[in-house]
C-alpha cells in the first residue's frame, strides 16, 4: 500500500454486498480521514446501517460481500483488508481499535447484567487487566462521558436509567478502549433534543480529545451538518452524492438529496404540505406552497369562536412510595403539576418537554388510564372525571391515541385484520364480521396501504407502514379526539413527511382534534396551532405555537429552542 494513504483512518473500496440473488449495496467508496467525522445519511433501507456491519465484521451469515470489494484499515504503519482476516483477527480490532455505538440502547444492552460489568467485559476482552484496574477504568470513562455519580451507574441495571444515561453507558461501552474510529448509528435518535444536544457535544469532545475518526449514520440532516466535515447520502444501496457538508447541503445537486433536505419541517416557515423524497424524484423543480399569517389568522379565528372540546383544569397526577403500611402520604413525583389548557374543536395542540417532563402521564390522565390526584378533565362540557367505569369505556371510542413504537403497539401474533377489527367488536362497530372487514380495507386504503395487506402480520411491513396501520386502528373507533403520543419519533424524515401529511389530511376530512406530543421541536411546531411547554410537571408556557418559537419567554423554552439541529 503506498505510503501516502496512511493518513487515512479507514478506505472503503467498491464494497457490494447481495442477499441470495438481491444486490442491495452497489460499489460504495468513500475515506475517513484521521480526527475527521464522516456522516452517512440516507432513508432507512438505503444501506447505512449494512455499511457499518460490513465494517465491523458483523453482516448475517447469508450476506454475500462481492470479490472487488475492500475495507482498508489503518493498523500501524500499513493498511489491513478487514475483510481478508479471520474471525478471530477480527475480534482484537472489533470494540478495540474499531468501536461501534448502536442504534437503539434499550435493546443493545444485556438486561440482566449491571452496566459496570458490561462495559468492564468489553474492557477485559481487549486489555490484560485485572478486575479492579477494569473498574477503575469504567468509573473514569463513566465520568468522561458525564454521568451523574458514576458508582451508581456502575452497580444500577439498564432498567433503572433513563433513555441519554442508557445511551451514555453505550457511548463509554465504544471508546473504552480508545478506539482509532468510532462509528456512531444514529446514536440520538430515541433522545430528546437537549439530551440530544449534550450526547453531541460530547462526542465533539471526545474525538477532540482522543484525536479519534468517526463514521456518524444519521437520517437527521440537522444533527450530521452539526457534527460532520464530509458528507455522503445513500439511495437504495447507491452513493448518490458526497463532499464537503456546506456544499452538498446548501448547493444538492441530486433531486433525492434536494427532497431529504426539503422533508424536514422548518422552523422559518409553515408549508401546507411537508415535501417529500418522492416529490423531488418526480418533479425536480417541486415548490412547497407556504401558509400565509393571513390564512392562518383566519383558521384560528374560525377555530376558537367555539366552545372547546377538552378543558383541562388544575390537573395533578402524583405518584406515592409505597411503604409496609400501605402508600406514604407525601409523593415522590409530581408528574403532573396544576395544568390548565383548553383544546378546540379541529386544531391540534402541540405538547414538548424533555423526557420525565411529564407529557406522557398528562396525555393517560386525560385519557383517564391514569387515575387524577386533583382537577377536573372536561370533555364537551362534562366532567369525565366523575364518571362511572362503564360510561369512561364508552368515551373511548371517542378518544384514541396512536402509540410511540409502531413496532410494540402491533400484537405480532394478530393479523392486520384482527388488530383493525378487534376494537370494533370490543365497542360494538358494525353488523357483522363481513362488514367490519369492509371498514378495515377501507381504512387501510385511506390511510396509503392496500386492502391485500389485512392478512399480513406486523412483521412483514417497514416502520412507516406499521404507524400507519396504528393510524388506521385509531380511526376504526370514528374518534373525535387523537392523541399522538411520539408517533412519527421512530419514522425517517421521508417517511415522517408522509405520516405528518397523512395525519393532517384526516384532520380536515374527518375534522379530528389533536394532541400532538414530541421532543422533536421541528415537527410539533409544524403541526401545532397552539404549544404547551412542560418541565418537571409544570406548565411552562402555553401560546401560539409560531409565538413560542419567534418569542420564547423562559430560559427553559429558549434552552429546547437553541438545542434544535438547524442546516
Not at 147 to 158: C, F, S
Request: hydrophobic share 35%.
Amino acid at each position: 500500500m503506498q505510503k501516502q494513504d496512511l493518513h487515512y483512518i479507514i478506505e472503503v473500496k467498491n464494497l457490494s454486498i447481495s442477499f441470495g440473488d438481491k444486490q442491495v449495496l452497489n460499489n460504495i467508496n468513500f475515506k475517513v480521514e484521521q480526527g475527521d467525522t464522516l456522516g452517512i445519511v440516507g432513508e432507512s433501507g438505503s444501506g447505512k446501517s449494512l455499511t457499518s456491519l460490513a465494517i465491523m465484521g458483523l453482516l448475517s451469515p447469508n450476506a454475500t460481500i462481492h470479490p472487488e470489494s475492500e475495507i482498508l484499515f489503518r493498523q500501524d504503519d500499513k493498511m489491513i483488508d478487514l475483510l481478508k482476516l479471520s474471525s478471530k483477527e477480527l475480534e482484537k480490532i472489533r470494540g478495540n481499535e474499531i468501536g461501534m455505538i448502536f442504534q437503539e440502547p434499550m435493546t443493545s444492552l444485556n438486561p440482566s447484567l449491571r452496566c459496570g460489568e458490561q462495559v468492564e467485559e468489553a474492557i477485559r476482552l481487549h486489555q490484560n487487566l485485572s478486575k479492579e484496574e477494569a473498574k477503575k477504568k469504567v468509573l473514569h470513562f463513566f465520568e468522561q462521558v458525564k454521568l451523574p455519580n458514576p458508582e451508581r451507574i456502575y452497580k444500577a441495571y439498564p432498567h433503572e436509567l433513563s433513555g441519554g444515561q442508557k445511551q451514555r453507558v453505550m457511548i463509554a461501552m465504544a471508546i473504552s478502549c480508545e478506539p482509532k474510529l468510532l462509528i456512531a448509528d444514529e446514536p440520538t435518535t430515541a433522545l430528546d433534543v437537549t439530551v440530544q444536544k449534550a450526547t453531541l457535544d460530547l462526542l465533539k469532545e471526545l474525538q477532540e480529545k482522543n484525536n479519534m475518526s468517526m463514521l456518524f449514520i444519521s437520517h437527521d440532516l440537522g444533527v450530521i451538518a452539526n457534527v460532520c466535515e464530509e458528507v455522503l447520502v445513500m439511495f437504495r444501496g447507491d452513493v448518490v452524492e458526497q463532499g464537503n457538508v456546506e456544499t452538498i447541503f446548501n448547493h444538492p445537486k441530486e433531486n433525492y438529496t434536494k427532497g431529504l433536505i426539503a422533508c424536514r419541517p422548518r422552523l422559518d416557515e409553515r408549508a401546507k404540505r411537508l415535501p417529500t423524497v418522492k416529490d423531488f424524484l418526480e418533479n425536480p423543480n417541486f415548490e412547497t406552497e407556504i401558509y400565509t399569517e393571513e390564512e392562518r389568522e383566519a383558521f384560528h379565528e374560525k377555530v376558537y369562536s367555539n366552545p372547546p372540546i377538552l378543558e383541562v383544569k388544575n390537573l395533578k397526577k402524583y405518584f406515592y412510595p409505597s411503604t409496609l403500611f400501605g402508600n406514604a402520604t407525601i409523593p415522590n413525583v409530581k408528574a403532573v403539576d396544576n395544568i390548565s389548557f383548553k383544546v378546540y374543536p379541529g386544531e391540534t395542540m402541540g405538547l414538548v418537554g424533555e423526557s420525565g417532563s411529564g407529557k406522557t402521564t398528562l396525555s393517560r390522565t386525560v385519557l383517564l388510564l391514569e387515575k387524577p390526584t386533583a382537577g377536573e378533565i372536561y370533555y364537551n362540557g362534562l366532567d369525565i372525571t366523575k364518571l362511572k367505569k362503564e360510561e369512561i369505556r364508552k368515551l373511548r371510542r371517542e378518544i384514541q391515541i396512536i402509540f410511540q413504537d409502531p413496532y410494540s403497539s402491533l400484537n405480532p401474533r394478530q393479523t392486520i385484520a384482527q388488530i383493525i377489527t378487534e376494537p370494533m367488536q370490543v365497542h360494538k362497530i358494525g353488523q357483522n364480521k363481513t362488514e367490519r372487514l369492509q371498514t378495515a380495507s377501507s381504512l387501510l386504503q385511506k390511510v396509503g396501504l392496500s386492502d391485500q395487506d389485512l392478512n399480513k402480520y406486523p412483521h412483514e411491513f417497514s416502520g412507516g407502514q406499521r404507524q400507519r396501520i396504528g393510524i388506521a386502528r385509531a380511526l376504526a373507533l370514528n374518534p373525535k379526539f387523537i392523541i399522538c403520543d411520539e408517533s412519527v419519533s421512530a419514522l425517517d424524515v421521508s417517511v415522517q413527511a408522509q405520516v405528518l401529511n397523512l395525519l393532517n389530511d384526516l384532520k380536515t376530512e374527518f375534522s379530528f382534534t389533536y394532541i400532538f406530543i414530541s421532543h422533536d421541536l421541528a415537527v410539533v411546531k409544524y403541526m401545532s396551532d397552539q404549544l404547551l411547554v412542560m418541565q418537571h410537571g409544570e406548565m411552562k408556557e402555553l401560546d401560539d405555537a409560531d409565538k413560542v418559537y419567534a418569542h420564547p419567554t423562559t430560559n427553559y423554552t429558549k434552552e429546547l429552542i437553541e438545542a434544535i439541529p438547524k442546516l
